[in-house]
């Protein structure tokens, strides 16, 4: 069952706004702001100071995949300590293949 989007109020540069969510997303970006130790306001500010989309809403999920996105490289991974090896020039410049 798709579960419907979520209406929360941000602060935005001492600005208060509101902004409609999914669940999923939500629970995304309190992931995000505990691993950085930040606000959802905070977080928020700073995602619409950078200007990654038309409006704040498009710029979360933007931000939220381009996070995790960087998290599930070789890389990242790395840093996170797991995957079980560190990387290699190798894996930053080869992508998997389909089975």
Same mark, same amino acid.
């Given at each position: 069952?798709? *579960?419907? $989007? %979520?209406?929360?109020?941000?602060? %935005?540069?001492?600005?208060?706004?509101?902004?409609?969510?999914? $669940? /999923?997303?939500?629970?995304? +970006?309190?992931?995000?702001?505990?691993? *950085?130790?930040?606000?959802?306001?905070?977080?928020?500010? =700073?995602?619409?100071?950078? =200007?990654?989309?038309?409006? +704040?809403?498009?710029?979360?999920?933007? &931000? +939220? %995949?381009? &996070?995790?996105?960087?998290?599930?490289? *070789? @890389? =990242? @991974? /790395?840093? /996170? #300590?797991?995957? =079980?090896? $560190? $990387?290699?020039?190798? #894996?930053?410049?080869? +992508?998997?293949? /389909?089975?």
């Amino acid at each position: 069952m798709r *579960e419907a $989007p %979520i209406m929360r109020n941000v602060t %935005i540069s001492g600005r208060r706004t509101s902004m409609k969510l999914e $669940p /999923a997303m939500w629970l995304a +970006l309190a992931e995000v702001c505990h691993r *950085e130790r930040r606000s959802v306001h905070e977080i928020c500010t =700073g995602i619409a100071n950078r =200007g990654l989309s038309v409006n +704040l809403t498009a710029s979360v999920r933007v &931000y +939220l %995949i381009d &996070y995790f996105r960087d998290a599930a490289t *070789e @890389h =990242g @991974h /790395a840093r /996170a #300590d797991h995957g =079980g090896r $560190p $990387p290699t020039d190798r #894996d930053a410049t080869e +992508l998997p293949t /389909a089975a």
